[in-house]
């Protein structure tokens, strides 16, 4: 069981910046792919990002691609997600994910709330 815990949402103005952490409790990742999803009220969740963790492939969103980047810090076990240039559309819970390719199993954080004001 992995656990994940996100951190680094809050409020922020449109055009502003903010960066989201996730730490996993999983000592060894390289089997995983970590990623970050969004889920804006009255809608689905959606993809935002991901990142492989053997090799760094990242993997973007369309909506998201030169705005938001994702990557890994191996010695904290950490992914986080820089988010520039925000949006009052990025406004959503964000949940950090973790993909095992054995087993193709998923873990879920509790989400991080990112609110961005006009």
């Known amino acids: 069981q992995v656990q994940l815990v996100e951190s680094g949402g809050g409020l922020v103005q449109a055009g502003g910046s903010l960066r989201l952490s996730c730490l996993a409790s999983?000592?060894?990742?390289?089997?995983?792919?970590m990623g970050w999803f969004r889920q804006a009220p009255g809608k689905e969740r959606e993809f935002v990002a991901s990142i492989e963790w053997s090799n760094s492939i990242t993997y973007y969103s369309d909506a998201m691609k030169g705005r938001f980047t994702i990557s890994r810090d191996n010695a904290k076990n950490t992914v986080v997600l820089q988010m520039n240039s925000l949006k009052v559309e990025d406004t959503a819970v964000y949940y950090c994910?973790?993909?095992?390719?054995?087993?193709?199993?998923?873990?879920w954080g509790q989400g991080t709330q990112v609110i961005v004001s006009s």
């Open positions: 994910h973790a993909h095992s390719f054995f087993g193709n199993l998923d873990y």
């Open positions: 999983e000592r060894t990742l390289s089997n995983y792919i």
